[in-house]
């Protein structure tokens, strides 16, 4: 459930996890700093040639961002219609090309490579008291539990469209709080047996 890395070798999952990392957090940064939309084009034209360049199943995870893609394309909408297009195409390309290297990490790092990483960077923070493997289990929980619920919500509507023949929207937060919630305490359940090793 926790492991969405795609199963085969490819040229990324060779990359450090930590090099990964410090690379999402710089272009992070770089798509909030950056306000015109011609370089956030450049961005996320290059972040989907990298995407495409891990191969066929790579690319096949990509439909997973479809919902993401109309919102992102709603976003656009709302902003020309306010008669800033140029904002809202900005807003878009960040949103697209943030998922876009999120997904990247996610699909080319085992969780144990990232459970390491973040266990390192926070490190520091146990001087003070922290209790930093904790800390770092629970953000690198988060950062695989994002893939697994967009997945489950696709399901959801999936399910949803194929019996009524419309989008779920909003009719799906119930089902998924609750599946949420029983994923949660499977975890929790499989966590606690592990430490009581």
């Known amino acids: 459930m926790l492991n969405q ?3 085969h070798d490819t040229w990324l ?14 272009c992070g940064t770089a798509l909030a700093l950056v306000q015109d939309w011609r370089w956030l084009a450049a961005g996320f034209a290059l972040a989907s040639v990298t995407y495409a ?3 066929k199943l790579a690319w096949q995870q990509a439909r997973h961002l479809r919902p993401i ?9 709302f902003h020309a219609w306010q008669g800033t297009p140029e904002l809202g195409v900005a807003s878009a390309l960040r949103l697209m090309t943030g998922l876009l290297l999120a997904s990247l990490l ?4 085992r969780f144990d490579d990232l459970l390491d990483v973040l266990e390192k960077v926070l490190r520091p923070l ?5 209790p930093t493997a904790r800390l770092a289990l629970a953000l690198a929980l988060v950062l695989r539990f994002v893939a697994v619920f967009h997945q489950r919500w696709q399901r959801l509507d999936d399910a949803h469209r194929a019996r009524t023949g419309r989008p779920g929207g909003l009719r799906l937060i119930a089902p998924l709080t609750i599946r949420a919630l029983q994923t949660a305490e499977h975890v929790a359940d499989a966590l606690a047996a592990r430490l009581d090793r």
Do not use: N
């Open 13 to 26: 999952h060779r990359v450090p996890a930590s090099f990964k990392l410090l690379a999402l957090a710089l």
């Open 69 to 77: 893609a109309w919102v992102a394309v709603m976003i656009a909408a």
């Open 5 to 7: 890395s795609i199963s």
């Open 126 to 130: 146990g001087c003070v008291g922290v």
């Open 106 to 109: 996610t699909l080319s790092t």
């Open 53 to 55: 360049s891990m191969g």
